[in-house]
């Protein structure tokens, strides 16, 4: 049976009682990504934070029957120190096998430290032929994506990119690239109606579904509560699966 995939969640912030519910609700396989919610001292805190991400939580989140995926890389949130022990441990883990992508990584506020610090873990994702997931910011996004755009045809082949948490006022500057989208629902981003309208205007093949369970508010359920929508509104059964779980598969062939 092929279950969902919830590609985009940050299980080091939730609880154990979500991983169950999404696991009984149809999810087969999440993507956890690396974002610290907070200050960050120096690269070692981060270190930890990823670590922690790659030999606990996945672990907190699996015992529940969820296969649990990991990206790792510096959030654009998280760049206030020099990196250089990350960027290595970024090689070893995808020479290890030990993450399928790069991620979260993208601009917030477009600060040049932000701006170098994405385009290296760009380098090392076009070098290696790793796939990254790149975030797009609640405030501005227009204008940060913009910039992403920019950044992403100088350093990295856009077969091996998803924008994600893409809405209705970008969605019209990615459709027609290479990318692959990524769609978010999750209180205060995106209602599933909101996803269902940009389906129907785009068609399923480009877009992977995500709740982005954080520490926002979130829904852990989100991605079968999409789904399921679909189901009932009749939606073909191969469009749904592409979105349920295909496209994902493809893209990250897992
Ligand atoms: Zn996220």
Redesign the pocket.
């Known amino acids: 049976m092929n279950g969902m995939i919830d590609t ?1 969640i ?1 299980a080091d912030s939730r609880s154990s009682e979500d991983f169950e519910k999404m696991y009984l609700s149809g999810i087969d396989t999440v993507i956890t ?1 690396g ?1 610290y919610p907070y200050k960050i001292a120096n690269e070692i805190v981060l270190l930890n934070h990823l670590n922690k991400i790659l030999e606990y939580d996945s672990k907190r989140a699996q015992k529940y029957g969820l296969d649990v995926k990991i990206a790792l890389g510096i959030h654009p949130a998280n760049v206030d120190f020099t990196q250089d022990i990350i960027f290595d441990e970024i090689y070893n883990w995808i020479n290890k096998k030990e993450i399928i992508a790069i991620g ?1 990584v993208g601009l917030d506020k477009c600060s040049e430290k932000e701006i170098a610090i994405f385009k290296k873990q760009l380098e090392i994702a076009d070098e290696t032929k790793t796939k990254v997931i790149v ?1 797009t910011p609640r405030k501005n996004k227009k204008e940060v994506l913009i910039k992403i755009k920019e950044i992403l045809k100088d350093n990295i082949d856009s077969k091996l990119v998803v924008i994600d948490h893409v809405n209705q006022n970008i969605i019209k500057y990615l459709i027609n690239e290479d990318y692959t989208l990524g769609l978010t629902v999750q209180p205060e981003k995106m209602e599933v109606s909101e996803a269902i309208a940009i389906l129907d205007e785009y068609g399923f093949d480009k877009f992977l579904l995500n709740s ?1 369970i ?1 520490n926002m508010p979130s829904d852990p359920l989100s991605v079968p509560k999409t789904v399921r929508c679909l189901e009932r509104l009749n939606y073909n059964k191969k469009e749904i699966e592409k979105l349920a779980f295909k496209n994902a598969k493809d893209f990250y062939k897992i």
Do not use: L
Request: hydrophobic share 10%; proline share 0%.
């Open positions: 985009h940050h990504c974002f979260e975030h982005d954080s």
